[in-house]
């Protein structure tokens, strides 16, 4: 919606001609500037700028929403009422139901104190299929620490969901659905995040799993405001 | 007034001075037809530079029986109206004593309903600080570490603005803008089924002698009325503070009664997408800058209070960390109000940083499964005693 293209919007033909003479294209670079900006760059008057940006923005403005349909939409469309339960009943009541889609979750904890377990634990959840409470999907697992261990996963799998997992196809199949990346560097990390993207879309992937944020930071060697700087646009991407 | 400062284009305005046109008053006397002459453009563009010249011109002569100024009211007028102005219940009734009794409208304000007898309380103030005159908070910055409860504050003055006026509310639908994603709609149901239960206790409670009126709403009723925008990116961002301008008029126009208009904007939180991707720090300031003009303008235009959620940053001052609103003192310096919510050992405490007209207090407030609430420390030590 921010690279949509000045072109395309129906403006009057004058002011879209100025637009494109300047060298301003998309609407991101038309509402990065003020008006008087416009007004100076453009040479034109104050309400011909006013009208165009009205016009654009309201273009490029996303849709509204009431909160009730917010809420409807989520018990109708989204699976399991927008949240994943993740079998802990605690949990999944201090958290509505479960992990929320379409956000980021963090677990933090010490060392020891069974993250990695979690996510493996999730993981395999959302692999199965949806009669047994699973999102019947794909999983992105990545992996820092490589701390990934696929026996333990099948463990897990055999212990919780005997049923499907004495199968070999069976446990095949959800095991086949856990893909795991093992990037090196945040440089990597970030490159594949693009790569990551398209085929989220794609491939039915219910969950990304990133295990750990901090170790992908610390192997870098910048410091300080540096480190706050390289994760934000990768964390940004991910929301 | 010079012509430098007149809105018209640039060529326009070289033209005028090339031609000898250097101030106001030389225009004051040329028809336009002599005019497109001399500047060899065309009658229609002539016109409306005189026209612009003449309105400009127009608000600045003294004028005996109106104001001096046009456009300006007088601080008495002032006063007045905002003595008749109503407030948002935060709904801890400590928070709303050092706000002047709530978040007014009117104002951009940055950053519940509690047990019944604070209820009662929080209605009685409102009563006595609007007969002081206090004035009104109209800008606000709300800025507080992850947390600490800045979303949860947010949704509750959403649900709180539209707390009918028998209740002492203001009966106004709630624009919530999320860049975040930090919006969740269970927590915004419980926080609208809290706030309709105190209301029937309250209801219960005081009016015992006239007939029973139940509550008609209901949770689903008060989740209707908040119009939710998801922002993805500052460009959305910026379309969005100048689209709003258009929703509100259209949503004006439909709906008459006062019940049903929108009374405050929340946008939480309204720096996120400019810490990054910006390379350009001279620009970033302007474009905020022009953005909380935007919004002020909407408050003081549909009467509606601002409240702004922001993030802390720690800034590294000799050898110690201290918590600054993050985007920088440029950013801090457009917000007339600001609220910060920090902790003090296990509470949580809101501070009045900024302010032309509170005293800067702090007060003590707690996140509870129904709300933002008065925390309940004095039962405590009670307690423990």
Known sequence: MANKLISEIPLPKSIANVFSARNISTAKDALSLTEFELMELLDVGLTEVRSALSQISEIVAPPYQTALSLMEQRFQNEHLGGHFPTGLKGLDAALCGGIPFGVLTELVGPAGIGKTQFCLKLSLLASMPTNYGGLDGRVIYIDVESKFSSRRLLEIGLRSFPEIFQMKEMAQEMAGRILVLRPTSLAEFTLSLEQIKVSLLQNQVKMLVIDSMAALVSGEHEQGARRQQTLSWPISFIK | ?385
């Open chain 2, 1 to 385: 007034m010079e012509i430098w400062r007149l809105p018209i284009s640039a060529s326009q305005r070289g033209k005028l001075i090339s031609a000898g046109y250097t101030s106001l008053s030389s225009l004051s006397s040329i028809s336009s037809s002599d005019l497109a002459r001399e500047l060899t453009v065309s009658e229609s563009e002539a016109m409306n530079i005189l026209k612009v010249a003449s309105h400009s011109r127009g608000s600045e002569t003294s004028n005996a029986s109106c104001s001096i100024v046009e456009g300006a009211q007088s601080a008495w007028d002032m006063l007045h109206d905002e003595e008749s102005l109503m407030h948002i219940t935060t709904s801890s009734a400590d928070l709303d004593n050092i706000l002047g009794g709530g978040i007014h409208c009117k104002e951009v304000t940055e950053i519940g309903w509690s047990s019944l007898s604070l209820i009662v309380n929080s209605v009685l103030k409102y009563k006595l600080t609007t007969a002081f005159g206090s004035e009104s908070i109209i800008f606000m910055l709300i800025g507080g570490v992850p947390g600490i409860g800045k979303t949860q504050l947010g949704i509750q003055i959403a649900v709180n603005v539209q707390i009918p006026n028998d209740f002492g509310g203001l009966g106004g639908k709630a624009i919530y803008i999320d860049t975040e994603g930090s919006f969740m709609v269970e927590r915004a149901f419980q926080i609208a089924e809290a706030c309709i239960e105190d209301m029937s206790e309250y209801n219960r409670f005081l009016r015992k002698d006239f007939q029973e009126c139940k509550i008609k709403m209901l949770p689903q009723d008060i989740l209707e009325n908040i119009f939710y925008f998801r922002i993805c990116s500052y460009t959305e961002q910026i379309a969005l503070i100048n689209y709003l301008d258009k929703f509100l008029s259209e949503h004006k126009d439909v709906d008459m009664s006062l019940w049903s208009q929108v009374k405050v904007i929340v946008v939480d939180s309204v720096t996120f997408h400019f810490r990054q991707d910006f390379d350009d720090m001279a620009l970033r300031t302007r474009v905020l800058s022009g953005m909380a003009l935007k919004l002020m303008n909407l408050a003081k235009r549909f009467s509606l209070a601002v409240v702004l959620l922001n993030q802390v940053t720690t800034k590294h001052t000799e050898a110690s960390f201290q918590l600054v609103l993050a985007l920088g003192d440029s950013w801090s310096h457009t917000c007339t109000n600001r609220i910060v919510l920090y902790w003090n050992g296990n509470e949580r405490y809101a501070y009045i940083d900024k302010s032309p007209s509170l005293r800067s207090a702090s007060a003590a407030y707690s996140v509870t499964a129904r709300g933002i609430r008065n925390s309940s420390s004095s039962c405590k030590r009670i307690k423990m005693m």
